[in-house]
């Protein structure tokens, strides 16, 4: 069970929006403590899609953005592409049992 | 050009101790505000966080793992070492270290991981 939740899955056509939904409480999200996104294509590393809860570091195309309010976070992909299908996750900090790093479930994307 | 790579895969039997390297480069540990972590993903499950050592010594350690784990220097200051002792069939992973950035907690250079079965 991970402190931050997320869907299991979404999908979307080629060309289409989706948004990933990751949602915290007041020990993480809700406390101020940053949101942070990773894309991880099969069989490759872990890359850094957003940090501080909306901004992308150099090379992530301007399709994905993220925000952040009250103790939840998203991420957008517009203009989908097959080259988008991967997982994805919302990591923050928390406060509960120690103070440590969270990461979401993973949210599996598919572009149909 | 910053890379990060964990030592050899590794096979372990159960209760046995697991000691993983991390060797980087295109950073340096005593820069303020720097950390190497290490993050798992089991096969089939999500990334899971394990610890991180920072330029200033300070560690953190996942609740769930904290009596079981260690997290160092290792003698060659490019080098973080990583101990989980008492190793169950359940801690096989793919285990990544990873630079950390200390003032917002991201993680933005990864390794790229090595495998670590316990059988």
């Known amino acids: 069970q991970s402190v931050l939740t997320q869907p299991p899955s979404v999908s979307g056509a080629a060309g289409q929006r989706v948004t990933i939904s990751c949602t915290g409480s007041s020990s993480n999200i809700g406390a101020g403590y940053y949101v942070h996104w990773y894309q991880h294509l099969p069989g490759t590393v872990p890359k850094l899609l957003v940090y501080n809860n909306d901004k992308r570091p150099p090379g992530v195309p301007d399709r994905f953005s993220a925000s952040k309010s009250g103790t939840s976070a998203s991420l957008a992909i517009t203009g989908l592409q097959a080259e988008d299908e991967a997982d994805y996750y919302c990591?923050?900090?928390?406060?509960?049992?120690?103070?440590?790093?969270?990461f979401g479930g993973g949210t599996k994307l598919t572009v149909l | 050009q910053i890379t990060l790579k964990e030592s050899d895969p590794a096979l372990v039997e159960p209760t046995q101790t697991l000691t993983l390297t991390c060797t980087f480069s295109?950073?340096?540990?005593?820069?303020?505000?720097?950390?190497v972590g290490w993050i798992r993903q089991p096969p089939g499950k999500a990334l899971e966080w394990l610890a991180v050592?920072?330029?200033?010594?300070?560690?953190g350690h996942s609740p769930s793992l904290k009596n079981r784990l260690s997290i160092t220097k290792g003698t060659s200051k490019n080098q973080v070492v990583l101990t989980l002792t008492n190793m169950d069939p359940v801690d096989t992973a793919t285990y990544y270290c990873?630079?950390?950035?200390?003032?917002?907690?991201?993680?933005?250079?990864w390794g790229r991981g090595t495998t670590v079965t316990v059988s």
């Open positions: 990591q923050s900090y928390d406060t509960t049992l120690g103070a440590n790093v969270v």
């Open positions: 050592i920072y330029w200033n010594d300070d560690k």
């Open positions: 295109g950073f340096s540990l005593t820069t303020s505000g720097l950390g």
């Open positions: 990873a630079r950390t950035q200390r003032d917002f907690f991201y993680m933005d250079v």
